[in-house]
């Protein structure tokens, strides 16, 4: 069974930082892609960033460009999502998802999982 598990959301205040990670188990693939999307009740789901396991290759949304990195370690299967100078339009529900992919691109071949989720509150 798949299991995706979110941590590090919270609250914090216009201008700071938060690391969230995901941790994935049971999946039996090597070639992935790894990403965070967020959500807002209202609004559709949006991609944040993205990573594959094979090459490291990263997408991000334009929003988040030079404020947000990912990473990953492969040997743990979790990957991090460390977000800098956070506004508030960054408040959201932030979602991990896990792919087949294949190659060393984002071109997806298999079916998507996800985690639950955590909340992440830009607030002062």
């Known amino acids: 069974q798949v299991q995706l598990v979110e941590s590090g959301g919270g609250l914090v205040q216009p201008g700071g930082s938060l690391r969230l990670s995901c941790a994935v188990s049971?999946?039996?693939?090597?070639?992935?892609?790894m990403s965070w999307y967020r959500h807002v009740p209202g609004k559709e789901r949006e991609l944040v960033a993205a990573?594959?396991?094979?090459?490291?290759?990263?997408k991000y949304a334009d929003t988040v460009k030079g404020r947000f990195t990912i990473s990953r370690e492969n040997g743990k299967r979790t990957v991090y999502l460390q977000m800098n100078n956070l506004k508030p339009e960054d408040t959201a529900k932030y979602l991990c998802?896990?792919?087949?992919?294949?190659?060393?691109?984002?071109?997806?071949?298999?079916?998507?999982?996800w985690g639950q989720g955590t909340q992440v509150t830009v607030s002062s």
């Open positions: 990573i594959t396991s094979v090459a490291g290759n990263t």
């Open positions: 998802n896990i792919v087949r992919t294949q190659g060393s691109g984002f071109l997806k071949i298999g079916e998507d999982y």
């Open positions: 049971g999946y039996p693939f090597t070639n992935y892609a």
